[in-house]
């Protein structure tokens, strides 16, 4: 039984995208000024450690914990999304997820480099810097490679210190990590062609 076999298709579809949506949301936070929301980004990177949980929800703690990320995506359903950078960048992770699951060595190098800091995640906690800095050097070293690169943009001042640039790339992780459950629950970019109205009522059901 796959992950995916053990969730409802098209409902928890929306969860992982808001968790994508909801991790990329910090990535431009951190870029922009150094910081992120402690609480969002300790879901995103306990997110990539919990491999085999028996419901979407599971994966990011709770329904409740993606209420941000189910907004931004509110937000785009209707037409208000408040950062226009926000969109181009998903579409990116997930582009960028097309090519990382065709690439099986990579896929192993970075399941072993995940399962690695497993036990630092349990006793330091996921956003530790010892973590953080492990998740961004394994993300430099296998995700970053492939083309075209995920370029994110922000403030020259925090993308030149070290510790932010860990912590972004740690948490780009853990979008592409949303972007491999999506694919698995079924999700691909023909939804916002052909189901957008469908995934906005999901929404709007997971909100209320």
Same mark, same amino acid.
């Given at each position: 039984?796959?992950?995916a076999?053990?969730f409802?298709?098209?409902?928890?579809?929306m969860l992982?995208?808001?968790?994508?949506?909801?991790?990329l949301a910090?990535?431009?936070r951190?870029?922009?000024?150094g910081?992120?929301?402690?609480?969002? =980004?300790?879901?995103?990177l306990? !997110?990539?450690f919990l491999?085999d949980?028996?419901?979407?929800a599971e994966?990011?703690?709770?329904?409740?914990?993606? &209420?941000?990320?189910?907004?931004?995506?509110?937000d785009?359903?209707?037409?208000?999304?408040?950062?226009?950078?926000?969109? &181009?960048?998903?579409?990116?992770?997930?582009?960028?997820?097309?090519?990382f $699951?065709?690439?099986?060595?990579?896929? *192993?190098r970075?399941?072993d480099?995940i399962?690695a800091? /497993?036990?630092a995640?349990?006793?330091?906690?996921?956003?530790?810097?010892? +973590?953080?800095?492990?998740?961004? *050097?394994?993300?430099?070293?296998?995700? /970053?490679?492939?083309?075209?690169?995920?370029?994110?943009?922000?403030?020259?001042?925090?993308?030149?210190q070290?510790p $932010? +640039? #860990?912590e972004v790339?740690?948490?780009?992780?853990?979008?592409v990590? !949303?972007? =491999?459950?999506?694919?698995?629950?079924?999700?691909?970019?023909?939804?916002?062609?052909?189901?957008?109205?469908?995934?906005?009522?999901? =929404?709007?059901?997971?909100? #209320?």
């Amino acid at each position: 039984m796959t992950e995916a076999d053990r969730f409802n298709p098209f409902s928890d579809r929306m969860l992982a995208l808001a968790g994508l949506m909801q991790a990329l949301a910090q990535v431009r936070r951190i870029a922009d000024t150094g910081q992120a929301h402690a609480d969002v =980004v300790t879901t995103a990177l306990d !997110s990539v450690f919990l491999i085999d949980a028996g419901t979407t929800a599971e994966v990011y703690g709770g329904t409740h914990a993606l &209420r941000t990320g189910l907004m931004l995506l509110r937000d785009y359903f209707s037409g208000a999304m408040p950062d226009e950078q926000l969109p &181009r960048l998903a579409l990116a992770v997930i582009q960028l997820e097309r090519r990382f $699951v065709r690439d099986d060595d990579m896929v *192993a190098r970075v399941v072993d480099g995940i399962r690695a800091q /497993s036990d630092a995640a349990q006793r330091l906690g996921s956003s530790h810097p010892d +973590v953080l800095n492990a998740l961004g *050097a394994l993300y430099a070293d296998t995700l /970053s490679h492939l083309r075209p690169r995920v370029l994110v943009q922000g403030n020259p001042h925090y993308l030149g210190q070290a510790p $932010v +640039v #860990a912590e972004v790339r740690a948490v780009l992780l853990s979008a592409v990590r !949303s972007a =491999v459950l999506w694919r698995q629950l079924g999700g691909s970019l023909w939804d916002f062609l052909l189901r957008k109205k469908a995934m906005g009522e999901a =929404v709007e059901e997971l909100l #209320a």
